[in-house]
């Protein structure tokens, strides 16, 4: 089966731009997630779908995150304006159901702020 | 929210030995843990979970096990080769939502 699709792989901004990235999870999962990756550290969840609904967007930072996914399918994460702290990739992952099944991540998308 | 932690950043094995890479969480209540493999410049890719009702779980090299007494977690590479070099992450799934809390993960590198 075809993986999670991101894009682009990388983006360079400087603060204060605006940027998107996009996702299309594995066929048929219901669950999306995003998470942000800082250099050393583990994945951090920024946000959960389950179809086109929210699940958990409890530490997105919503004054200048926001993400959508129309439709249940694809989904875009957007920033703006960014922040020098906010250089990281960016993981897209997708589950089947949900609870208690294996998230299955993309490649991310590299983004560093200038 | 819950707290997962590493108790090694890196581990250094010669190319053949056997790897072992611990975990420690904090949530008593979860019940499905899964470890990752990530490598430079790609996404974390899954190698084998284990629910809470086990204490050992078998792959292909590869063996977790789950001491939910001290709620400890450790990943067993058995033969462990070149291509096992990446950074390895525990994750903990509460049982409320498939929310998953990620350690720092532990930098193997496997010398020839």
């Known amino acids: 089966e075809a993986g999670v699709a991101q894009s682009p792989r990388y983006k360079i901004i400087e603060k204060r731009q605006s940027v998107a990235f996009w996702c299309n999870p594995i066929s048929g999962h219901a669950t999306l997630y995003w998470y942000q990756q800082i250099l050393g550290q583990g994945p951090k969840l920024l946000i959960q779908?389950?179809?086109?609904?929210?699940?958990?967007d409890s530490q997105l930072p919503k004054d200048r995150f926001s993400a959508e996914r129309l439709k249940g399918v694809d989904s875009t994460l957007k920033i703006q304006p960014a922040k020098l702290e906010d250089s990281a990739v960016y993981l897209c992952?997708?589950?089947?159901?949900?609870?208690?099944?294996?998230?299955?991540f993309g490649d991310g998308t590299r983004l560093s702020i200038l | 929210g819950e707290s997962v932690g590493l108790h090694l950043p890196t581990l250094s094995v010669q190319e053949g030995d056997n790897s072992i890479i611990n975990c420690a969480y904090s949530?008593?209540?979860?019940?499905?843990f899964i470890w990752y493999k990530q490598e430079s410049g790609k996404g974390p890719q899954f190698i084998i979970d284990i629910r809470s009702n086990m204490d050992k779980r078998q792959g292909q090299r590869v063996t977790v096990l789950l001491n939910k007494t001290v709620k400890h977690l450790s990943l067993q590479i058995a033969a462990t080769q070149p291509g096992d070099s990446a950074v390895y992450f525990c994750?903990?799934?509460?049982?409320?939502?498939?929310?998953?809390?990620f350690g720092t993960g532990t930098s193997l590198t496997v010398i020839p």
């Open positions: 994750a903990e799934g509460g049982n409320t939502g498939n929310q998953f809390y």
């Open positions: 949530n008593s209540a979860s019940d499905y």
């Open positions: 992952a997708s589950s089947y159901r949900g609870l208690g099944q294996p998230q299955h």
């Open positions: 779908f389950q179809n086109n609904g929210v699940v958990d």
